[in-house]
């Protein structure tokens, strides 16, 4: 009986710990997002009618069903900047065609794979292009906030410190003031009329 209660416990000890730990890795994971776009959202400087739009947390969907949440869209006169943020630590590795990168942590410890960025955003760029126009200038950038990617192979892919260099490096405008505000008019009716939520979304991947 002894035993029996003791095991009890324990395993209930146990269970607490690993439903707690998946909770806060949860609530980790959302923070780090959230906190990581806004970081984006700041460096940009936001809407200013006439020189720059910005839209933030779009989630657009297909005839098929399928969803994409695209983290910030970036409009001035060098075109339309889609931009995926990963607000991760540590080191990446990763190149243009591999299906998944590596995070390396402590030392090498810890290491954890995720999808390939650089690809998850040419999908964002296909299902927008549906909605606004093939023709639309359309540009694809990742973002890391505080990972080192001095071991990622692969173009327009940055750390946030040259993003804004990057968004107005171009020599070659492609977009009038009236073309910006007409692509700007219909992402906010995209956003506005859109029926998806977020927990939709991450239930669709």
């Known amino acids: 009986v002894i035993l029996l209660t ?4 324990s395993s209930k000890r146990k269970s607490r ?12 994971a959302k923070w ?3 906190q990581g776009e806004n970081i984006v ?6 809407t200013i009618a006439g020189q720059q739009y910005l839209i933030n947390d779009l989630i657009i ?6 969803t994409s949440q695209i983290d910030h869209i970036f409009i001035n006169k060098y075109g339309i ?13 990763g190149n243009a065609n591999s299906e ?4 390396v942590l402590a030392y090498g410890k810890e290491k954890n794979e995720f999808y390939n960025p650089v690809k998850q955003n040419k999908t964002h760029i296909y299902r927008l292009r549906k909605k606004i126009g093939a023709s639309a200038p359309v540009k694809g950038v990742v973002v890391f906030i505080k990972a080192d990617i001095s071991k990622v192979w692969a173009r327009n892919v940055y750390h946030i410190s040259k993003l804004k260099k990057v968004v107005w490096s171009y020599t070659d ?3 009038t003031v009236e073309q910006m505000e007409e692509y700007y008019s219909k992402l906010l009716e995209l956003k506005q009329n859109s029926t998806v939520t977020k927990k939709e979304h991450i239930k669709n991947i």
């Open 6 to 9: 003791y095991f009890t416990k």
């Open 81 to 93: 900047w889609v931009i995926e943020t990963k607000n991760y630590s540590g080191k990446i590795y």
């Open 41 to 46: 959202a700041s460096k940009l400087g936001g």
């Open 61 to 66: 969907s297909d005839n098929e069903g399928h």
């Open 173 to 175: 405008e492609c977009l």
């Open 100 to 103: 998944n990168w590596l995070q």
């Open 17 to 28: 710990k690993k439903s707690y730990k998946r909770y806060y890795c949860k609530r980790s």
């Open 32 to 34: 780090k997002g959230n």
